[in-house]
């Protein structure tokens, strides 16, 4: 079956810029998560969704970071002004319920390079 | 402040002998623990994961061991395979298995 999809699979922009990413998760999957990997590091996590209920923003490094779900579905992460710290693999991830019964299948991933 | 740590960056390990990756955590809170695999340009898999409440989980050739009392887990793989030549990321959590916190990986290679 098809796994959790995002896109673009590399982005390359310019500082300043806006820049948008997105994932559709596995079909079914109400929980729905986003992670980003700098060079080096390990996996941080930035907003997590959940069903209805009001996302878990806790994670956005700054305000310019924003994400929205719709339909309890396909999730887009918008980052606005990049800045060089961006650059970072993100990673987004959707699990049946959230719990310990149901691990996190993740994505491949959207390489971002800000220049 | 790291909550989860992998102080090895990379392990190298003889096909069939044993790998053992290891993890410390500094939260007394968490309450789930897991372990993924990545391979390069893909994203994370699921491999194995324990509860607080166990302190060994087998699954074929992967065992995780859990030891509370000095906030230490452990992946041992044997025999080792060259397809296990991957990155390994533990996580832990602190909900259940939700929001889950990753230490920084540890590159494993099986040398065949």
């Known amino acids: 079956g098809a796994g959790v999809s995002q896109s673009p699979s590399n982005k390359v922009t310019e500082k300043g810029k806006d820049v948008e990413l997105r994932c559709d998760p596995i079909s079914g999957h109400t929980a729905l998560y986003w992670y980003r990997q700098s060079l080096g590091q390990g996996l941080e996590f930035l907003i997590y969704?959940?069903?209805?209920?009001?996302?878990?923003k806790s994670g956005l490094p700054s305000d310019r970071f924003s994400a929205e779900r719709t339909g309890g579905s396909v999730s887009t992460l918008t980052i606005q002004r990049t800045q060089q710290e961006d650059s970072a693999v993100y990673l987004c991830a959707s699990s049946l319920g959230g719990g310990t019964n149901s691990p996190l299948h993740f994505g491949n991933g959207t390489r971002l390079t800000v220049t | 402040d790291q909550q989860v740590k992998q102080n090895s960056p990379s392990l190298s390990v003889q096909e069939g002998r044993i790998s053992i990756l290891n993890c410390d955590y500094t939260n007394s809170m968490f309450d789930y623990f897991l372990w993924y695999k990545k391979y390069p340009a893909e994203g994370p898999t699921f491999l194995i994961s324990?509860?607080?409440?166990?302190d060994k989980n087998e699954d074929g050739r992967f065992t995780v061991f859990l030891n509370k009392s000095a906030k230490h887990l452990s992946l041992h793989i044997v025999p080792s395979q060259p397809g296990d030549s991957a990155v390994y990321f533990c996580?832990?959590?602190?909900?259940?298995?939700?929001?889950?916190?990753f230490g920084a990986g540890t590159i494993l290679r099986v040398k065949s």
């Open positions: 324990i509860s607080s409440i166990k």
């Open positions: 969704f959940q069903g209805n209920s009001a996302p878990d």
């Open positions: 996580a832990a959590s602190a909900e259940y298995g939700n929001k889950l916190v």
